[in-house]
Structures are given as structure tokens and as C-alpha cells.
């Protein structure tokens, strides 16, 4: 079954602090994996996009990197404006056209 | 750019009657993607269209959902009728196709939050 899952639900960080987040997936025929950041009552902010195996990219204090079977999102030093809904998506399945959502990681830095 | 436009911001119907919620994506923009996020569902992908064209519909609920896209500055995501479960906050996002995926760098709107009674 294709699906995606982030871990951990929640995440409370100190401020400066490093951690990572997760996203694994098993969805076939990958197209893309996608990072967003959502803060409440607001809709998801487009982070990076990553297409293949190897590939990193940097915003930031965020690093995002892509496995075959796994994304990480590293945050580097974060500070309480970092607090926000992490949200991992996949495009891919047996016609390249479907989207995949996680449900998320809560991230809350504190001072 | 005023970015991606959605209204009506919040909602409160009774069951049973028609809903209509309507978005303008970004000035050139080829596709346009409705979502549905709930506490229990996440965000889910309704439907998605490219230069007006519906793409992939498997994430519609079911028959009483509908989408249309009459030109490039306007969508409409229809419910008829309504019902309590469709409680949930809409989004509409749009992208620009560039050399990667179609979802390169989609831009959200603000939603649509909707109460069905």
C-alpha cells in the first residue's frame, strides 16, 4: 500500500537544540517528495522539493536529504520561530500523478 | 501578487444545503490542487487541474463533490448536499510547471473553513 509516515508525532526542542525529523514512504514510482511547514490557522508553506536519492537541500536552519526510502528534515540550531507543523507529501504511484500526505510533526522550540 | 485567493474564509451551513467555495490561484499558474485537512484525516488531496483540465479526481469523497476550473483565474469546489462530516478547512493551492514535478512549489491560500450543522 502506498503511504507516507512522519515521526515523531510531536517533537519539543530547547532552543539550539539540533534534531531531525522523518519521513518514510512506500510509494512506487517516485516523482517527487515535498517538505511544507504549516503554523496555525494558516496553510502549508512550500519548503523544498527533492527528486532523487542523494539529493539535499538547505533553507536556512533546515536541511532537507532523500533516501530510497526515507526523508530527513535536520534542523540545525533552532529557535522558537521554528514551532511549527512539519508536513512530508509524495508524488508518485502507478501513474506518477498521485499525492501522498503524512500527517505531520509538531514541532515546538522553546526559549 | 496577491497570492492565492479563497473565499469565503469561513462557512456555517445546515446539513443538506449546497456549498460553494471558490478560489483564484496566482496569476499564471498551470495547476491548481483542492485540499481537505481535518484533525483526523490530515490533509487529503481532492482533486487536482492542469491549464484547466482535471488531472486526477481519486480523492474527490464522493458524487456529491465537484470541482470545475471555467478558465485559469477561477475554481469552485461544490458540495450538494452537505453534510456534518464534510466539516473541515479547504485549501487551495496552485503551482507553477517548471522543469521538476507539477507540484514544485505550490502556494497555498489561507482556506476555507467550513461548518456543516
Known amino acids: 500500500e502506498d503511504q507516507v509516515t512522519q515521526s515523531p508525532e510531536a517533537l519539543r526542542l530547547q532552543e539550539g537544540e539540533s534534531s531531525s525529523l522523518n519521513c518514510s514512504y512506500t510509494?512506487?514510482?517516485?516523482?517527487?517528495l515535498f517538505w511544507y511547514r504549516q503554523d496555525p490557522g494558516k496553510g502549508p508553506e512550500f519548503l523544498f522539493t527533492?527528486?532523487?536519492a542523494g539529493e539535499e537541500k538547505e533553507k536556512e536552519r533546515l536541511k532537507a536529504t532523500l533516501t530510497k526510502k526515507e526523508s530527513f528534515l535536520h534542523i540545525t540550531a533552532p529557535k522558537p520561530e521554528d514551532s511549527a507543523t512539519y508536513l512530508c507529501a509524495v508524488q508518485g504511484g502507478y501513474n506518477f500523478n498521485k499525492f501522498y500526505f503524512g500527517s505531520g510533526t509538531k514541532l515546538n522550540v522553546k526559549p | 501578487d496577491a497570492g492565492v485567493i479563497q473565499s469565503p474564509r469561513h462557512e456555517v451551513t445546515e446539513m443538506g444545503q449546497e456549498v460553494t467555495l471558490r478560489c483564484k490561484p496566482i496569476s499564471g499558474h498551470d495547476y491548481l490542487f483542492w485540499y481537505r485537512q481535518t484533525m483526523m484525516r490530515g490533509l487529503e488531496l481532492l482533486i487536482y487541474?492542469?491549464?484547466?483540465?482535471?488531472?486526477?479526481d481519486s480523492g474527490m469523497p464522493e458524487d456529491r463533490f465537484s470541482a470545475k476550473m471555467p478558465n485559469a483565474s477561477f475554481s469552485t469546489l461544490k458540495i450538494q448536499p452537505s453534510e456534518p462530516r464534510d466539516s473541515a478547512v479547504y485549501f487551495c493551492?496552485?503551482?507553477?510547471?517548471?522543469?521538476?514535478?507539477?507540484?514544485?512549489?505550490?502556494?497555498f491560500g489561507p482556506g476555507t473553513r467550513l461548518t456543516v450543522t
Open positions: 493551492a496552485s503551482s507553477l510547471e517548471g522543469s521538476g514535478s507539477p507540484s514544485d512549489e505550490q502556494y
Open positions: 487541474f492542469n491549464n484547466n483540465v482535471p488531472i486526477d
Open positions: 510509494v512506487s514510482g517516485l516523482r517527487g
Open positions: 527533492l527528486y532523487s
